[in-house]
């Protein structure tokens, strides 16, 4: 194992543990948002209790999200040092501008979020559950436009400084509204929700089968019903529009989606399958004859893009990227599932009593962080071998002092620390599940008046 393996490695085990939580944070956000707003609106201490209950895990998921994400962004100086000098003008500016207009802006409110109960009135109390969950939104801005200008770099120039070539700013908008940024958004936005919204489905649904704190409960899924039916049918369109992108801007990637190796021919949409890249064929597979080319072109006898119109040393690897996109596809479809039946028991009044539904809820907690992260493999290696694409090869872009064993070393040590840092999660958040909503919290108001 080299050191380019190796550091790629680590960055990915690193960035696929931190995204569990931004995940949950931005979409529990949202729900708080509600729920605290229905409590204003009503007075009604039921939504105060909830309020409070889902308040405690987006605090400790902010908690272990922070102390995650900062290791994954050490490593752009010491694994990825060349890739800093050649862009780090434009990828920095994106990621300052995240830490000083989203993060300071989310944690700054986070202590009143957590501890101000008794301490403001309502109204300003819903104004810091206002800006928390507005930090978090503009968190994932700011982390989408640094991670979709290396998809579709823009707004920048090359100069020599210091006898080096370097990638600048030449039109910061232009940086931020790369051609990628908008779908990208919105898609992972989306994905957000769906994980907020699962989180307290599961949640939810367990103490419907343990019989405890069922009012509370069936509030929490009808108030994350409307976060999930909303964001699992919307992912369809932003799902197409993403790919449109894709297909006008990586042509590569969008071939290897679909194990598309014709250099110039109408394109299938598969089902499923397994690519052989020596034979440049899709094996087992079920594929509707010409779809591609019709999502595409809106015609399905007009010409794909295929791998066979690049480089050899320019394509993804084909199979990995195609079975993460098709798993990414199917969970989303499961999840456009999933929500529909929650409405359709819901309105036959037996969305409470079915108990084989509630067990599909209580495990529905996996379904988004499965999509969320094959959508983010599927992205990410789709675009190799480029860390800028089509400006700066990922074997180019690491550090030249920092061997493979020292890569390895810090590996296996994080990985120690993480394994540590999830089970104390997990324990924590099954310590929060099992003492369940503070009744005492809603009697006294939970605020001052």
């Known amino acids: 194992m080299d050191a380019v393996f190796l550091a790629r490695l680590q960055f990915a085990l690193t960035i696929a543990f931190h995204y569990i939580f931004p995940t949950i944070n931005i979409g529990l956000g949202l729900i708080l948002v509600l729920m605290e707003g229905m409590y204003l609106k009503t007075r009604n201490p039921l939504y105060l209790r909830m309020t409070q209950f889902w308040v ?33 003008d434009v990828f920095g500016s994106a990621l300052a501008a995240e830490g000083i207009f989203a993060f300071f802006l989310e944690s700054g409110f986070l202590a009143l979020l957590l501890f101000g109960w008794n301490k403001v009135s309502p109204r300003m109390h819903f104004f810091s559950t206002l800006m928390v969950c507005s930090g978090a939104h503009f968190s994932a801005i700011w982390i989408i436009v640094a991670n979709s200008w290396q998809q579709t770099p823009d707004g920048f120039k090359l100069q020599q400084i210091n006898g080096m070539t370097r990638a600048v700013t030449d039109d910061f908008w232009a940086v931020v509204f790369n051609p990628s940024m908008l779908p990208r958004l919105t898609h992972a936005v989306l994905g957000c929700w769906q994980a907020g919204a699962c989180l307290v489905f599961s949640v939810s649904a367990y103490y419907l089968l343990r019989k405890r704190h069922v009012e509370f409960a069936r509030a929490s899924i009808r108030i994350a019903m409307i976060v999930g039916i909303a964001a699992s049918l919307l992912q369809l369109a932003t799902g197409h529009y993403h790919a449109m992108v894709v297909a006008e801007h990586q042509p590569a990637k969008l071939a290897a989606f679909e194990g598309h190796f014709a250099e110039n021919a109408a394109a299938p949409l598969y089902l499923w399958g397994w690519v052989d890249e020596d034979q440049q064929e899709v094996r087992f597979g079920m594929a509707l004859p010409g779809m591609l080319s019709l999502l595409v072109h809106g015609d399905a006898s007009k010409p794909v893009v295929g791998l066979n119109a690049f480089a050899e040393e320019d394509r993804p690897p084909v199979n990995i990227v195609f079975q993460a996109y098709h798993l990414m596809v199917a969970v989303g479809m499961a999840l456009i599932a999933l929500n529909c039946i929650n409405v359709v028991l819901l309105l036959l009044g037996r969305l409470w009593e079915t108990r084989i539904w509630l067990w599909a809820l209580v495990f529905s907690v996996l379904l988004p962080q499965i999509a969320s992260q094959t959508g983010w493999i599927a992205a990410e290696v789709g675009r190799q071998p480029w860390a800028v694409y089509g400006l700066l090869r990922t074997a180019d872009s690491v550090s030249e002092t920092v061997m493979a064993g020292e890569i390895l070393t810090s590996m296996i040590m994080f990985g120690v620390v993480y394994a540590l840092l999830f089970v104390m999660f997990i324990y924590l958040l099954n310590e929060k599940i099992q003492h369940g909503p503070n009744e005492a919290e809603s009697d006294t108001g939970g605020h001052r008046a």
């Open 56 to 88: 405690k895990v987006f605090g400790l998921c902010f908690a272990i999200g922070v102390a995650t994400g900062i290791v994954m962004e050490f490593q752009f100086g010491t694994n990825w040092a060349h890739y800093s000098r050649y862009v780090g």
